[in-house]
């Protein structure tokens, strides 16, 4: 993937860091694009992980150019509309025209119908309100799909004939209880997806969506250890970086023939 581009959203941690990283391994120049977070304490969430959400680009940045790659990080918002244009921008000033969306990022909140309560692992949920839905849709449905959009405005205006498009997802068709924002912003971002694997198809765009196993992003405690190992549709805790592996794979010359589809990894 020597002389491609791409956009990592939420590469300051986790998995669209490692994602950042394995592009950069195979060629690739990564416009790295976060936003730092800072969550209240909550007994159920390790300190890891709001320390990584809390973090800056600048490690991934300095791991990639250690190994001779080239890449540059951006702290943007991307619940703002106007941040998907921004971030094209600086990639084709800096790096170049964009070939490859990596969208990563989530405006993640534990939500649900029930009252405010404390689930199986210790987390805190709040009932489902228009804050806990604005800050999820805001960025895993309304960013990714503009994002999309100035993915494919730009392509298409180029007359670009090769182009990537990755979306990470949880959640399934029955919803995901105790997440319902979460689940219902990225079955949004799915529809978003295929519909543009389908419409991009003759501009060479391959787009799918990526469902990873249980990850440890830092958030991964004890009781969900247990309960992936009791589980029998939960096979794994992988590292981030072997989820990146699959979204590097997606985005090479390898998978043209791999588009509309939902990669379930367990």
Request: aromatic residues 6%.
């Amino acid at each position: 993937m020597s002389g491609r581009t791409a956009i990592v959203t939420g590469a300051n941690h986790g998995i669209g860091a490692a994602t950042a990283v394995a592009l950069a391994r195979q060629g690739c120049s990564v416009l790295c694009t976060y936003l730092r977070v800072h969550d209240e304490v909550d007994p159920g969430m390790p300190q890891a992980y709001r320390d990584n959400r809390a973090g800056s680009a600048d490690a991934v940045i300095a791991e990639i150019e250690a190994t001779g790659g080239r890449a540059v990080a951006i702290e943007a918002d991307l619940s703002d509309p106007a941040t998907p244009a921004v971030l094209f921008d600086a990639a084709e000033e800096q790096l170049g025209p964009v070939d490859i969306l990596i969208n990563n990022a989530t405006g993640w909140v534990a939500d649900t119908f029930r009252p405010a309560t404390i689930d199986r692992n210790g987390r805190s949920l709040r009932p489902v309100n228009a804050a806990t839905w604005s800050q999820q849709f805001a960025i895993d449905a309304m960013a990714a799909a503009l994002m999309i959009a100035e993915f494919a405005r730009r392509h298409i205006a180029r007359g670009a004939t090769w182009g990537r498009i990755v979306g990470l997802t949880s959640g399934g068709d029955l919803g995901f209880p105790e997440e319902v924002s979460y689940g219902a912003a990225k079955a949004a971002q799915l529809n978003y997806t295929m519909s543009a694997a389908l419409e991009l198809g003759e501009y060479g765009v391959t787009a799918n969506m990526v469902y990873p196993p249980v990850t440890d992003t830092g958030w991964v405690t004890s009781p969900v250890r247990e309960f992936v190992k009791s589980s029998v549709t939960h096979f794994h805790v992988a590292d981030p970086a072997q989820v990146a592996d699959v979204i590097a794979y997606l985005a090479s010359d390898a998978a043209e023939l791999i588009t509309a589809n939902v990669i379930t990894l367990r």
